[in-house]
């Protein structure tokens, strides 16, 4: 069976990709775009995280931003 992932291209300055080179010298990484796909995959799951720990929407914050008030809690 035929590897079913599909990649695309992304073009990164050339001095970069020197420098990722370098980095990766030694250790598990098998080129850049291993490197590159690894660092945007924890990028996004970072984000992603950040997004799910947001406790309020805004409405949410404003209804209890209005509780607050009718307690006398806030002006």
Same mark, same amino acid.
């Given at each position: 069976?035929?590897? &079913? #992932?599909? +990649?695309? !291209?992304?073009? @990164?300055?050339?001095? $970069? +990709? &020197?420098? @990722?080179?370098? #980095? @990766?010298?030694?250790?598990?990484? !098998?080129?850049?775009?291993? +490197?590159?796909? +690894?660092?945007? #995959?924890?990028? $996004?799951?970072? $984000? ?5 720990? /947001?406790?309020?929407? &805004?409405? /949410? &914050?404003?209804?209890v931003k209005e509780r607050l008030r009718a307690l006398g809690y806030l002006d």
């Amino acid at each position: 069976m035929p590897d &079913e #992932r599909k +990649y695309t !291209t992304v073009s @990164i300055p050339i001095q $970069l +990709y &020197e420098k @990722i080179k370098k #980095r @990766i010298e030694g250790t598990g990484f !098998t080129s850049v775009s291993d +490197y590159v796909t +690894y660092v945007l #995959r924890e990028v $996004l799951a970072s $984000l992603e995280e950040e997004e799910k720990e /947001e406790v309020f929407s &805004e409405e /949410e &914050e404003e209804k209890v931003k209005e509780r607050l008030r009718a307690l006398g809690y806030l002006d």
